[in-house]
C-alpha cells in the first residue's frame, strides 16, 4: 500500500477540481498492493448541430445521437498510487543532520495552548498541523481532554492527535494506525515530544501507546478491549468512519466524547446519521475550508 498520508492529500484535490465524488479503493495486483483513487466528474454532453464539424458528418451525427442518448456523461479518472518504501522518502533531510538549523527546518511545528509547540518530524504519515482537519482536531481535543482522561487515536498518522491528548493531561493514550511506517514515525514523534507528553507507560513511549492495527467495524481489537474510553478521536476518510461509528459508540463511557473529522460537505449528513443511530449525540459542528469536524457525545 501507499503512505496513507498522500491518499487524503490526493483525494481533497480531485474534489476540489470539481470531482462529484472521489474515494480510495485498493487492489491487489501481481507487483504487490496497489492503491487505488477513483473520481467521478460531470461532463457536459457533446453539443447538438455543428458544434465545430460540417453539417452531416459522421462525427457530428454521432455526437448528436450520443448527447440524445445520455445527457450526462460520468468520466472516471483512476490514479494509481504505486508501492512506495518509506525509507525512501522520510529521511532524505537526516544527511544534514549535522546543522542543527537546518534539522530544525525539516520539523513542523503545531502550537498548543500555553505557548508550547508540538514537533513534528518529516515522514509521509498524515499529520503536521497544516490540514484543516488536524488544526481543528488539535483545538477541540484541549478543549475536551481532562486530567486522567483515557483517549483513544484511530488512524493515528504520525501521531499528531494522541500526543496533542497526552499534552492536555489524558494519562493513557492508545495510537491505532495500520500502517507500519507510521507507527514508527509516532514513535519518533513521541520521543522528539517527550518533555510536553506525560510519563512514558509500561511498554509505551511518552504517555502514548502505539498499536499497529486497522480498526474495522468486525474486528475493533484494543479499541473495543480497552473500553470505556473518555474520548475517541478519528481524523480518518468518510467511507472508513462511517461503518466504524456503531462501533465507536460501543467503546465510549456515557458523557465521553467522539470527536470525528475528514468530513466534507456532502458526507456530512450521512455521517451525522449513522453516528446517531448508533446513540451518540451531535454536540457540535465545526467547518473549516469546506472541511467538517463533527463532535459527538456517548
Known amino acids: 500500500m501507499p503512505p496513507r498520508g498522500l491518499e487524503p492529500l490526493l483525494l481533497d484535490a480531485l474534489r476540489r477540481s470539481g470531482a462529484r465524488e472521489a474515494r480510495r479503493a485498493s487492489n491487489r495486483s501481481n507487483e504487490g498492493d496497489v492503491g487505488r483513487v477513483e473520481a467521478v466528474f460531470r461532463v457536459s454532453p457533446a453539443p447538438q448541430g455543428n458544434a465545430g464539424f460540417e453539417a452531416g458528418t459522421e462525427a457530428t451525427r454521432a455526437a448528436a445521437t450520443a448527447a440524445a442518448l445520455q445527457a450526462e456523461v460520468e468520466a472516471r479518472l483512476r490514479a494509481a498510487l504505486p508501492s512506495v518504501d518509506p525509507a525512501d522518502l522520510a529521511p532524505r533531510w537526516q544527511p544534514f543532520d549535522g546543522a542543527a538549523w537546518l534539522a530544525r527546518r525539516g520539523e513542523a511545528r503545531v502550537p498548543l495552548r500555553g505557548g508550547r509547540d508540538l514537533r513534528i518530524l518529516p515522514g509521509v504519515a498524515f499529520g503536521d498541523g497544516e490540514h484543516p482537519t488536524t488544526r481543528r482536531c488539535v483545538d477541540v481535543i484541549e478543549s475536551l481532554v481532562r486530567p486522567g482522561d483515557r483517549w483513544v487515536d484511530i488512524g493515528a498518522g504520525s501521531g499528531i492527535l494522541s500526543m496533542a491528548a497526552a499534552a492536555s493531561g489524558a494519562r493513557e493514550v492508545l495510537a491505532v494506525e495500520m500502517d507500519a511506517a507510521g507507527c514508527d514515525e509516532i514513535r519518533e514523534n513521541c520521543r522528539l515530544n517527550a518533555a510536553l507528553l506525560n510519563a512514558a507507560p509500561p511498554g509505551g513511549i511518552a504517555g502514548v501507546s502505539v498499536v499497529c492495527l486497522e480498526v474495522t467495524p468486525t474486528q475493533p481489537g484494543p479499541v473495543r478491549d480497552g473500553a470505556p474510553w473518555d474520548g475517541i478521536v478519528a481524523n ?46 451531535l454536540d457540535r459542528a465545526l467547518e473549516d475550508d469546506g472541511w467538517w469536524t463533527l463532535v459527538f457525545r456517548g
Request: hydrophobic share 45%.
Open 236 to 281: 480518518v476518510e468518510a467511507g472508513v468512519l462511517e461503518p466504524l461509528l456503531p462501533v465507536l459508540a460501543g467503546c465510549v463511557a456515557p458523557g465521553g466524547w467522539v470527536v470525528t473529522s475528514g468530513i466534507l460537505t456532502p458526507e456530512r449528513e450521512r455521517l451525522e446519521g449513522a453516528a446517531e443511530a448508533g446513540g451518540l449525540g
